[in-house]
């Protein structure tokens, strides 16, 4: 495991990969590839690319008018009302970052990225206003002016349930059974079990597990 360092090369000699990074070059004859929405940064690379939608989300803090006020971790389903996405989630304050404050989210985007590199580290403000309002309107005890605000970018398929892709690279990739992908989709809390999954496919070809819903290649890598 090395931190900071990105994979900028990747060449193929028979059955091996020769993977340079900036940290040195690196020889394999499996490759696991899963670097979050910075994915066509590594299988461009390969010479195809991914039908996804990014989201650079909004993120702020709010602070306690009565410190002793407290939230459990929740989520609101709402319909959209215009190009107010209305779902928003929140965490419980935490003595371990920003004690006097309570974070809530949109969980939503108003305007969705077409590459990652349109990211900025600047929350889109009507999302904040939204929140806010969603803070004012139903969070008793919490001052509805957001701070310590930030983003996180996701990278999103056009699937109406968002899936995951779980596949191997296409099969015009030369060694393409040698090479597999987790891309696009909610992941955190299938984290450790998409771990399993992926070993089993890069080790064996194949997993015990009913991925077939995920295996969706076919319809989101494209060739460049
Ligand atoms: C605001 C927000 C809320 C979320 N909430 C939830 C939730 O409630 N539940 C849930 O299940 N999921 C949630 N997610 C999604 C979840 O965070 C991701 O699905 C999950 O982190 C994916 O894990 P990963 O290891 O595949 O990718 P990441 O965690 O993105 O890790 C990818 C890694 O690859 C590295 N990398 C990128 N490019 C390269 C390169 N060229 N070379 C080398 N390394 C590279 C990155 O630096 C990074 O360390 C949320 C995401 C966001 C943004």
């Known amino acids: 495991m090395k931190e900071e360092c990105p994979v900028i090369g990747i060449k193929q000699y028979q059955n091996t990969f020769v993977i340079t990074t900036t940290e ?15 994915i066509d940064s590594i299988i461009n690379q390969l010479n195809f690319t991914i039908k996804a939608t990014y989201w650079n989300m909004t993120s702020a803090y709010f602070k306690k008018l009565d410190p002793k006020i407290q939230y459990p971790t929740w989520f609101v389903f709402q319909n959209a009302v ?22 809530v989210a949109p969980d939503f985007v108003i305007q969705p990225l077409t590459n990652p590199n349109q990211r900025t580290l600047v929350p889109n403000p009507q999302e904040l206003a939204y929140t806010a309002q969603w803070v004012k309107d139903h969070m008793t005890g919490l001052d509805p002016t957001p701070h310590f605000t930030s983003t996180c970018l996701i990278a999103l398929s056009d699937i109406s349930t968002k899936e995951l892709i779980i596949d191997f690279a ?23 079990f998409l771990g399993k999954i992926l070993t089993d496919l890069a080790l064996d070809g ?19």
């Open 24 to 38: 040195g070059t690196f020889v394999s004859e499996k490759l696991v590839i899963l670097p979050g929405p910075y």
């Open 82 to 103: 215009g190009s107010n996405g209305n779902q928003f989630y929140g965490f419980p304050s935490v003595d371990w970052n920003h004690p006097e404050y309570i974070r």
């Open 170 to 192: 296409p099969n015009y990739v030369p060694n393409h059974e040698n090479i597999v992908l987790y891309a696009t989709g909610w992941a955190a809390k299938f984290v450790p």
């Open 206 to 224: 194949k997993t015990p597990y009913d991925i077939k819903h995920f295996q969706l290649g076919h319809k989101y890598f494209k060739s460049l």
